[in-house]
C-alpha cells in the first residue's frame, strides 16, 4: 500500500535537487532511487514480523505520514502547492523537449526494468520468492533467511518506484502531494491485480489497460466531471470483477485469496 | 560408539500450562537411525520442532556437531546441516517437482540478488549443475517422469516421498522425519523406506517419528519411546519390543 509513497519521494528527490541544487538528470534519478531504497529498507525492518492484513495497514500508515509530509512541510516541499518549474532533463547534452523523447526514455527504462524483472522472475532467487509466497515455513527449513529475501524485493520495489516519481516529475514538470495520495496505491495494486500477479508481463497488461481505458471514455463524449468519477467507479466495478471470475488477473498464475481460504 | 552427531540435554517446553517435553535428553551418533515413538501428545514433534528450530525450548541444551543449536533461527540450522520434513507435508505446489528439489540445494549464487546481474554466467552454471543433481535425485526415487508436473499435482504419497527428496538435496547431516510413511500406499512405504534405511550409507543420522511400529522396528538401530514429554524407555528395537511398559502402552 505504500508504493505511492516511494513513488512520490522518487519525485520530490528529483524535483527538490534539480531544482535547489541543480544536479544533472542522471544523478537526481539515481539518488532518488537510493534515497527511496533506504527508506525501503526501513519499513522493510520494521514491519517484517508483521504478517498479511496487518503488513498492509503498516505500510498504508507509511504511505499517510508521506502524504503529511509532503503536504505539510511547506519550505521543504512547497506543501500543498508543491514544487513548480522542474527544468528538461538534459542526457548526454540532449535537452528533452518533446513528448516522443520522453517516450523513448521512460520506454527504454521500462524495457531495462521488465528484462531485470524477467531475470529475477526465471532465477534461484525468484524461485526462493516464489516459494516464500506459498510457505515461509517450509522456506526456512531449506536454510533461505525469509527476512532477507523479504528486505531485498521490497527495497528493491522501492527504488523501482522512486524511478518512476522521478521520470514522472521531470515529465509533467510540476508535482504537488494529490499525485502521491493512497488513490495512487490503490490504483497500482489494481495494476497488478488485473493484469496478474506472479508474472512480468501481467502488470505491464495491466497498466495498459487502466490507463488506455479512461481514455477511450473520454471519447465517449461525457462530460469531464462525470467521467472523472465514472472512473473510480470503473476501476472499483473492474476490481470486484475480477475478483470474482478471475482472480489471477490476465496473465497470472496465482489467485488472490486468502491464504487460509485456500486450505 | 563413534562421535555424538547430536546431543539433547533437559529440553523443557510447554505450551500454556501443558507440559510437552519435561527434562528430556538423549543423543545420536554418526549413521543411526533413531525412531521416536509414543501416543499423540507425548512431545515427539515438539522434539522435532525444537531442534530444527522453529519452537523455542524454555530450558535444556542441544549440541549439533560440537555447536549449540538451541534459540538459532530455523534457516540457520538448515544451514548448519539439519533437514527435515513435516507431518503436514508441506512442499511448494505451485512449483515444479523438480522445482521444489532445487529449492532444497543451499548456496546457491543465483539466489543473490547481485549475482543475478554481475555474475549471471556462474550462477546459470551453478543452476545447471544443481540442476542435475537434482534430476539424479528424482530418478533415483523413481519420480523422474514428474520432475515438470505441479507439486500440487502428485499423489500424497508422491508428495511425501519428493518431501523426503527435498532433504537429500540439502547436503545435512541429520535429517528428521515426522511420519515419513503415514497413511500412504504399501508400495510407496517400501520405497520410501529404501531410500530412509540408505541414508546412513550417505553419511546422514536419521531421527523419525512414526506411528507404525513394524516399520520402526523393521529400519531404527535405536528407539526411544516418550510419553507425556518424557523418556520412558530407550534401546535397541528388540529391547523396546520386550519392554513391559511400551507392551502396556501399546496393549492397553
Redesign the interface.
Known amino acids: 500500500m505504500a508504493h505511492a509513497a516511494f513513488y512520490g519521494i522518487g519525485a520530490y528527490v528529483a524535483a527538490i535537487m534539480a531544482i535547489k541544487l541543480n544536479c544533472a538528470f542522471g544523478v537526481t534519478v539515481l539518488c532518488s532511487i537510493i534515497f527511496s531504497m533506504f527508506f525501503g529498507i526501513l519499513i522493510g525492518v520494521s514491519t517484517l514480523r508483521i504478517k498479511g492484513d496487518y503488513f498492509v495497514i503498516a505500510t498504508f500508515a507509511f504511505q499517510v505520514i508521506t502524504f503529511s509530509i509532503l503536504n505539510n512541510w511547506v519550505g521543504f516541499t512547497g506543501g500543498p502547492d508543491g514544487i513548480p518549474g522542474i527544468p528538461q532533463p538534459v542526457i548526454l547534452g540532449w535537452r528533452v523537449t518533446s513528448s516522443i523523447g520522453f517516450l523513448l526514455i521512460v520506454g527504454g527504462i521500462c524495457a531495462i526494468i521488465i528484462w531485470g524483472g524477467h531475470r529475477i522472475g526465471n532465477s534461484p532467487f525468484g524461485r526462493v520468492l516464489k516459494a516464500i509466497r506459498e510457505d515461509e515455513i517450509f522456506t526456512q527449513s531449506k536454510g533461505k533467511s525469509v527476512e532477507t529475501f523479504k528486505i531485498l524485493i521490497f527495497t528493491l520495489g522501492a527504488g523501482i518506484a522512486a524511478l518512476a516519481g522521478s521520470l514522472y516529475a521531470y515529465y509533467v514538470s510540476y508535482i504537488n502531494p494529490t499525485s502521491f495520495t493512497v488513490m495512487e496505491s490503490i490504483f497500482i495494486i489494481c495494476i497488478v491485480i488485473i493484469g496478474g500477479a506472479g508474472s512480468t508481463w501481467g502488470p505491464v497488461i495491466g497498466a495498459l489497460v487502466l490507463v488506455t481505458l479512461p481514455e477511450i471514455l473520454r471519447f465517449v463524449g461525457l462530460p469531464n466531471s462525470i467521467a472523472a468519477n465514472l472512473r473510480q467507479i470503473l476501476y472499483g466495478g473492474l476490481l470486484v470483477t475480477f475478483m470474482i471470475w478471475r482472480p489471477r488477473g490476465f496473465l497470472g498464475k496465482y489467485a488472490f485469496q486468502n491464504r487460509e481460504a485456500r486450505k | 560408539m563413534s562421535e555424538e552427531l547430536l546431543i539433547i540435554q533437559g529440553l523443557e517446553k510447554n505450551f500454556d500450562g501443558i507440559r510437552a517435553l519435561a527434562d528430556f535428553s538423549c543423543s545420536l551418533s554418526q549413521g543411526q537411525i533413531l525412531g521416536l515413538i509414543g501416543p499423540n501428545g507425548a512431545g515427539k514433534t515438539t522434539l522435532l520442532n525444537i531442534i ?1 528450530g ?1 519452537t523455542t525450548p524454555e530450558r535444556g541444551n542441544i549440541t549439533f556437531k560440537g555447536m549449540s543449536i538451541v534459540r538459532m ?4 540450522i ?2 548448519a546441516g539439519i ?2 520434513t ?1 507431518q503436514d507435508l ?6 515444479s517437482v523438480l ?1 521444489n528439489v ?3 540445494f ?1 548456496n ?1 549464487p ?4 547481485a549475482n ?2 554481475f555474475r ?1 554466467k556462474q ?1 546459470k552454471k551453478q ?1 545447471a549443475a544443481i540442476r542435475n543433481e537434482a534430476l539424479i535425485l528424482l530418478a533415483e526415487a523413481g519420480l523422474a517422469e514428474k520432475a515438470n508436473d505441479q507439486a500440487e499435482n502428485l499423489s500424497y504419497g508422491q508428495q511425501k516421498l519428493l518431501s523426503l527428496v ?1 532433504c537429500l538435496a ?1 547436503k545435512g547431516d541429520l535429517v528428521l522425519l515426522d511420519e515419513p510413511v503415514a497413511g500412504i500406499a504399501p508400495e510407496m512405504i517400501d520405497n520410501i523406506l529404501g531410500i530412509i534405511r540408505d541414508l546412513p550409507q550417505k553419511k546422514k543420522s536419521v531421527i523419525l517419528i512414526e506411528h507404525n511400529l513394524d516399520v520402526v522396528m523393521q529400519i531404527c538401530d535405536r528407539i526411544i519411546f516418550m510419553d507425556a514429554g518424557t523418556k520412558i524407555c530407550e534401546g535397541t528395537p528388540g529391547e523396546v519390543r520386550n519392554d513391559a511398559k511400551v507392551i502396556e502402552a501399546y496393549t492397553g
Open positions: 530444527s522453529f533461527s530455523p534457516h540457520k538448515a544451514r533437514a527435515r513435516f508441506r512442499l511448494i505446489r505451485q512449483l522445482e532445487l529449492l532444497s543451499e546457491q543465483g539466489e543473490h540478488l543475478l546481474f549471471w550462477s543452476e527435498c540439502a
